[in-house]
């Protein structure tokens, strides 16, 4: 992926995390969800457009969060591909859901086989 498409995909994580802070009662969860600051990132040349468009008001998604939404990102592109078409079928959003989380799963076991 494009810089620019790594800096949209980090603005839209901040969103999602401002959209489950209205549905979580865990505090705990809710800081999880959360970056105090995005210069120690993992991702930090990744938040140019938050630090441009922040007023303020913007929420810094974890590490763990961009990495679950650029996954899905991958997984949607990888989706619309015309050669992949035929095998999303009825289940768009169980599908997508679906590879999300095999790249997640297959993600998990690649740290722990190279640390």
């Known amino acids: 992926m494009s810089k620019f498409v790594d800096n949209v995909v980090v603005y839209i994580a901040g ?8 549905k979580l009662f865990c505090d705990i969860c809710i800081e999880a969800l959360q970056s105090e600051c ?3 990132d993992v991702y930090r040349n990744n938040f140019n457009l938050l630090v441009q468009k922040d007023r303020g008001g913007l929420i810094t998604p974890s590490a ?3 990495t679950v939404c650029k996954t ?3 997984c949607i592109r990888s ?6 078409k035929l095998m999303i079928g009825n289940h768009v959003s169980a599908t997508l859901v679906n590879a999300v989380l ?3 799963i297959g993600m ?3 740290f722990q086989l190279s640390g």
């Open 102 to 104: 095999m790249q997640l």
């Open 15 to 22: 969103f999602v995390v401002r959209s489950l802070n209205f």
């Open 108 to 110: 998990h076991r690649r």
């Open 79 to 84: 989706a619309v591909n015309p050669a992949q």
């Open 38 to 40: 995005m210069h120690d």
């Open 64 to 66: 763990d969060v961009i």
């Open 72 to 74: 899905a990102e991958f």
